[in-house]
């Protein structure tokens, strides 16, 4: 199946070369964990004793990546092929580098197939986003990678009322043969343009792994985005302090189009202490206390001028019913657009702190620049 996927996202990038209406390439190198899929550029740990308590003193490390990725599209497709350059030490001697894209079709109106191994956000459900994150989670994306199938469709005055279907599977060339390991996946989405959008997903369906998301948004003010969802085992840790057998999110956010202000809060966090594991119900506890995942981010920015906007997030991510679990990070940045388009640089400083306080300063710096943008 591995084969099979490959060779199709190198049709798809084939033909994209020979038959594409619209090239696009993009470039970002730096260290920012947010743009470049690696670690930040400057990093500050602070080092421990061997009881686990905090020295005075900090460690450093330095690590630089880039991403290089290429957007091809026609009539009757889109691809995306995506490199990225990981390094461990700034000499470059301990590297890692990885491929990652996807080829889609138009079959017939309609009708569209996909493969590769990752679809990024190409088939989500619309009110699965989260604002201050801007991100779809992985609960919220119907198809993640591997191969699979959309319809789409829109009816009634000026198509104002708009769906897609998709299903697919996933996974390695071993996990076929494994129903806890086979990925089965298949969601929904309907919206009705500047009114609300509903979708929900299935992952993992074929064995003793699903995870499912039933989400619903509104879009009915404009600059104001308003979802909620709820999530049977969600074990996406980037949203969520520790997985969960159920779990509610809630996102909202909303552009002050006059002043340039933009302000946006996402909200996850489960309503018991349950969670699965191989298809077992498990809990958290601590000398007989219930402990409950949670996580909270909010960001707010300001564009001070049209070449610049500064702004601050923040997350916090602990279990309700142990206060020691807590960690915060704080990342006041700015986005800065070079002149003659050429580019934005983002800079800024990541501080993550604990029960002990501070524990690591980092320096996420990095530069995005168009290398090409052909259409024809």
């Known amino acids: 199946m591995k084969k099979i996927v490959s060779a199709m996202l190198a049709g798809v990038l084939v033909c994209g070369a020979l038959n594409a209406q619209a090239i696009k390439v993009t470039n970002t190198f730096g260290g920012d964990s947010d743009n470049t899929g690696s670690s930040d550029l400057f990093t500050y740990d602070r080092q421990k004793n061997e009881d686990g308590s905090y020295k005075d003193k900090y460690g450093n490390t330095t690590r630089a990546s880039d991403r290089l990725q290429l957007d091809v599209s026609g ?5 995306r092929l995506r490199m990225e350059i990981g390094t461990t030490k700034i000499n470059g001697k301990e590297s890692t580098v990885r491929f990652r894209g996807y080829g889609r079709f138009k079959i017939v109106d309609g009708f569209q197939v996909i ?17 201050a994150s801007d991100d779809y989670p992985k609960y919220a994306r119907i198809l993640q990678n591997g191969f699979g199938g959309i319809v789409k469709g829109s009816f009634g005055n000026d198509n104002e009322k708009y769906f897609n279907v998709a299903g697919g599977i996933k996974g390695t060339d071993d996990s076929y043969n494994d129903k806890d390991t086979f990925g089965l996946d298949a969601g929904m989405n309907f919206g009705i343009k500047n009114v609300m959008s509903v979708g929900a997903s299935l992952q993992n369906m074929a064995g003793n792994n699903l995870s499912a998301g039933v989400f619903v948004g509104l879009n009915n003010v404009e600059n104001l985005i308003l979802n909620a969802g709820y999530i049977y085992n969600n074990t996406d840790t980037d949203f969520i302090a520790k997985s969960a057998k159920n779990t509610i999110s809630l996102s909202a956010g909303y552009k002050f189009q006059e002043s340039g202000i933009f302000l946006a809060a996402d909200v996850m966090s489960a309503i018991s202490n349950e969670y699965l594991e191989d298809g077992e119900t498990k809990k958290y506890e601590n000398d007989g206390k219930k402990l409950i995942p949670f996580l909270a981010k909010g960001c707010v920015s300001y564009k001070a001028k049209d070449n610049l906007t500064a702004g601050v997030k923040a997350k916090v991510a602990m279990m309700i019913g142990d206060d020691d679990s807590r960690k915060t990070e704080l990342y006041p940045n ?3 657009t070079l002149a003659d388009k050429m580019g934005t640089v983002t800079t800024g400083v990541r501080l993550n702190l604990d029960k002990d306080g501070l524990y690591k300063i980092a320096i996420p710096l990095s530069w995005k620049c168009n290398l090409a943008d052909i259409k024809k």
Do not use: E
């Open 75 to 79: 009539k009757d497709f889109d691809s």
């Open 115 to 131: 493969a590769g191994n990752d679809f990024f956000t190409k088939a989500s459900v619309d009110a699965g986003y989260l604002a």
């Open 334 to 336: 700015i986005v800065y």
